[in-house]
């Protein structure tokens, strides 16, 4: 039987990263996973256009931009019981930030699913284009891999790269 004539698919795929986590700080998981704050709101138009952003906080009855990556990773949420879990990597925090979401394999071997929840408002930087502008990589030869590669090879200089990228994403357990 011959079958009529359909139109042409398209595949898509879904990249879920995994990274070596814990429950519990210690030593070895520096960077904590993040649920949403309360303090985080979507603004109306009119917030939004004093504040210049679509989310943040209300400080002192103003509408205003909610913390940086640099400002939540120096503390600036701490003591509010927001961790989810902590990973072992500050990179492979920041690479399940830009996915959105991502398995955080524990040590007993479970894994923990991470959903988004929630975004800053803050912009958003690629650090691809950073590290092209800057000459460490080109457009040509640039890729995740080869942006983690050098983030490896270049872990202080690579924790100052991904905080050059204001926006911080928060997450949920799914």
């Known amino acids: 039987v011959f079958a009529p004539a359909r139109p042409a698919g398209l595949y898509a795929g879904y990249y879920e990263p995994e990274a070596e986590g814990s429950l519990k700080p210690g030593p070895g998981y520096p960077a904590p996973v993040l649920a949403k704050p309360d303090d985080l709101v979507a603004f109306d138009a009119e917030q939004t256009k004093i504040a210049g952003l679509a989310w943040g906080r209300i400080a002192g009855g103003k509408p205003t931009g909610y913390f940086t990556r640099r400002e939540i990773e120096e503390g600036g949420l701490g003591g509010l019981g927001l961790e989810l879990a902590w990973l072992k990597d500050w990179a492979d925090l920041f690479f399940i930030h830009v996915q959105g979401s991502g398995r ?33 990589l080109t457009k040509e030869n640039m890729s995740m891999q080869a942006i983690r590669q050098w983030m490896t090879a270049n872990p202080d200089a690579g924790r100052e790269l991904m905080q050059e990228n204001k926006s911080f994403v928060f997450f949920r357990i799914v």
């Open 104 to 136: 955080v394999r524990l040590p007993d071997g479970s894994v923990l699913r991470l959903a988004y929840a929630a975004k800053t408002g803050q912009p958003y930087t690629g650090i691809g284009g950073v590290l092209a502008e800057r000459g460490i």
